[in-house]
């Protein structure tokens, strides 16, 4: 079958063994079996293993497997269940070679689904960007795009360090259009350098993963009024890149923080905390802001679950308000 | 006449006794005359090998078995170098965490010290079961396992006093101790398990004709992430090695107020089992290599329960008789002790000598002494060891310090 979308290019090549959480057999586009769909045939049972559902058991035995010469990818149906097996992705894999001196080192990676998806309700929505972001030895990588997806997790199996890799179950279906060079099976993504998605002049936008489609989408309505919005794709968590983040704010003088994930301790909250204490803080015109989801557990009913997380509308008002003192357009005001 | 020679008395017989003994001073020097004897016929080859059995069988307790039709010998033979070197590794690691302990009293050792004493034939009988191409991985009791896996008693100690001579460079402590295949030293009570058996899947996947020893303690037991760790490695014929070290205490909670079930080699369920004396270190090395054939003949995992003891509390925080009376560690320590085990043997069937056993003892109390002295001098590790080892690809130069103007090169 034709695989557009976002992972089109990594069925092509896969470096190391994939140990995949096999939930069910359906084939609802919602399932993110999807990922590894067509794996198993091209690359045998030897390099793509179904896992009984336990966690902690096969993220335990993939680190083990990895301290011992393998270079596994170990993939979370979503990162919610991570949670099960948080203990072998931080206290076994992400400290060994610190704790080692060097000795033993983990080359693995964590990946899957992260954060909100629709209607999965409370458990099945949060995000941990912040979580493994804020632990020192992991390397947390959070795409958006086909490019970002293929460059990075090429990037990400052939680091030698332990990553995490954060993907979002709405993106696999949306299409993205991949240039030559990127369909090259050796493109790679440096890991830790964001992007800087849309250049403008009067707002820095910072985001990762879905929402870096919302704020483009934002920018070009805010374009209309005349607010330029310089929207960077971090495309990293850990190592969060700040030189990117704060020559533009340099440029613009407003910086407004977009993310999915809850507002306490985020990944916004670094970044804002970040700009105060480095040369950027001087060119601030206004207060770094955060925009983010809503400090709750995700609800199920549809219109609780559209006002738990940003949408583009209220990236605009952000914006606007920031820019301009007002909520509303110069046009309705 | 005849002078001492190397490290012998320091006197010659027919002077004047250098010492007032309380034997009155020619008793003291016949005392003296007669030691340098014994000691010059020791060493200036009076004694032969002709003196001594160059092999010994001996009967060892039957295992208990799960799920196996087959069973170890029960009559074992251990040819005389092995018996020497059987104790002199026990003695070793005996002397190791006495030292430790010492060492934590004085406060040159702090945070975690869990010790190994009389559990000894446990570690011994496993390695020299394996070979040094299988792979090990065990949880916090590791000091004496990380000797038998090739690290120095000098990386060891110094390790635990936190100082740069450690294996770890003294970053990881009493608990994260690595070499060579051999995966620690886990501070995580049972995360090792899935650790090992990933270890195992490695060495499966890589062809390789080795298998991986997976060591627990009874403590750990029933943490869920082991029998997770089961179902896989008997779904995929892992050649893992579960061990578990029952030396009946987790912490404070004695194995019968923990567990539903404490016939540990039988939880394996699937996985056949198999219980050992763990305080004879022949009958750990025979139930090893039984567990080992079976395993490297593509059978699939094993499960072998130790039955152990150890004479400390469960760490150097915890002074152990609280939940046992001291009776108890003292009856074990007459009736069971390893090391005296073997002594008792080598001795009684002429593979050595009383003599010749301390003789290793002295050799072991000044070689750990010599380990204490560089880990008590060796300094501790440079300040740029802070921030190394955190990647191994580093992708930043500089980690952010304690306070936003201090950037701290990293390696």
Redesign the interface.
């Known amino acids: 079958m034709a695989a557009p979308g976002v992972f089109g290019g990594l069925l092509r090549r896969l470096g190391g ?1 994939g140990v995949r959480v096999r939930r069910s057999l359906h084939t609802s586009p919602a399932m993110s079996v999807q990922i590894t769909r067509g794996l198993l045939k091209k690359y045998g049972e ?1 390099r793509v ?1 179904d ?2 559902i ?1 966690e ?15 270079r596994p990818i170990c993939e979370f149906m979503t990162f919610n269940f991570s949670m099960q097996a948080i ?2 992705v931080v ?2 894999a992400a400290k060994a ?9 983990v ?1 693995i990676v964590f990946r899957g689904p992260n954060g909100a998806s629709a209607g999965v309700g409370a458990q099945h929505s949060q995000c941990f960007a912040a979580w493994y972001g804020h632990c ?2 992991l ?1 947390v990588i959070s795409p958006w795009n086909s490019i970002d997806c293929k460059g990075l997790l090429k990037a990400a199996i052939r ?3 332990p990553v995490v890799f954060l993907e979002n179950e709405l993106m696999y279906g949306v299409p993205f259009d991949m240039p030559e060079e990127a369909q090259s099976p050796d493109f790679l993504l ?3 350098k964001a992007h800087v998605e849309r250049t403008g002049q009067h707002i820095t936008v910072v985001a990762h993963s879905r929402i870096v489609g919302f704020c483009l989408e934002a920018a070009a309505a805010l374009a209309k009024e005349g607010i330029e919005c310089e929207v960077i794709n971090l495309r990293s968590i850990r ?1 969060l890149d700040m030189a990117t983040v704060e020559q533009s704010v340099m440029k613009t003088n407003h910086l407004m923080t977009v993310e999915g994930g809850w507002p306490i301790f985020g990944v916004g909250a670094e970044i804002c905390a970040s700009v105060m ?2 040369p950027a803080f001087d060119y601030l015109d206004a207060p770094a802001m955060r925009v983010t989801g809503v400090d709750v557990p995700m609800p199920y009913a549809r219109n609780l679950e559209e006002l738990a997380g940003p949408q583009v509308k209220d990236i605009i008002t952000a914006a606007r308000r920031m820019v301009t003192g007002k909520e509303e357009s110069r046009a309705t005001a | 006449m005849f002078v001492a020679t190397h490290n012998g008395p320091q006197f010659v017989c027919g002077q004047a006794p250098p010492v007032d003994g309380p034997m009155g001073q020619r008793g003291t020097y016949a005392i003296q005359c007669a030691l340098q004897a014994l000691w010059l016929r020791r060493n200036l080859g009076a004694r032969s090998l002709a003196d001594f059995a160059s092999e010994a069988t001996f009967d060892v307790k039957p295992c208990l078995l799960h799920g196996l039709e087959s069973a170890p010998p029960i009559s074992v033979s251990l040819s005389r170098e092995d018996g020497l070197l059987y104790y002199k590794q026990m003695q070793t690691i005996r002397r190791m965490e006495l030292k430790a302990d010492q060492l934590y009293k004085q406060k040159v050792i702090r945070g975690f010290c869990h010790l190994y004493d009389g559990q000894e034939a446990c570690g011994v009988g496993i390695e020299n079961a394996i070979k040094p191409t299988d792979h090990l991985i065990t949880a916090y009791r590791v000091h004496g396992i990380a000797y038998l896996r090739g690290v120095a008693l000098k990386s060891i100690l110094s390790e635990l006093t936190g100082r740069q001579g450690g294996c770890a460079k003294g970053k990881g402590g009493s608990m994260h101790m690595y070499f060579k295949n051999f995966y620690g030293g886990n501070g995580i009570v049972g995360a090792q398990v899935p650790l090992g058996a990933g270890v195992a899947f490695a060495l499966k996947y890589q062809g390789l004709d080795s298998l991986c020893v997976a060591m627990y303690g009874d403590g750990a037991a029933n943490q869920g992430q082991i029998f997770e760790a089961f179902n896989m490695a008997s779904l995929w014929s892992l050649p893992c090695l579960f061990v578990c070290e029952n030396n009946q205490f987790g912490m404070g909670t004695a194995v019968e107020r923990a567990s539903a079930n404490v016939d540990y080699y039988q939880r394996g369920d699937y996985i056949p089992g198999i219980k050992v004396d763990g305080m004879d270190v022949l009958c750990v090395r025979e139930a090893t290599k039984f567990a080992a054939d079976f395993i490297r003949s593509g059978k699939g995992p094993m499960l072998m329960e130790l039955e152990t003891y150890r004479y400390h509390g469960h760490s150097m925080s915890d002074p152990g008789v609280s939940y046992r009376t001291r009776e108890e560690i003292k009856e074990v320590r007459t009736k069971s002790d390893p090391i005296s085990l073997l002594r008792d043997r080598l001795v009684g069937s002429g593979l050595s000598s009383v003599e010749e056993l301390k003789e290793i003892d002295v050799k072991v109390r000044g070689e750990i002494e010599e380990a204490s002295q560089f880990a008590t001098s060796d300094p501790e590790p440079p300040l740029s060891d802070l921030t190394s080892h955190i990647y191994k690809t580093s992708l930043n130069s500089c980690i952010r310090g304690i306070t936003p103007w201090q950037q701290l090169a990293t390696a």
């Open positions: 063994f030897k293993i896992t009984p336990t902690m058991g096969f993220a335990g035995i993939a680190t083990g497997a990895a301290m011992a010469g393998l203990d072998q206290n076994s070679l610190y704790m080692s001196a060097g000795t033993i080192h080359p020192p030895g390397k680091d030698d360090d440096p890991i830790g190592p204490e480095g």
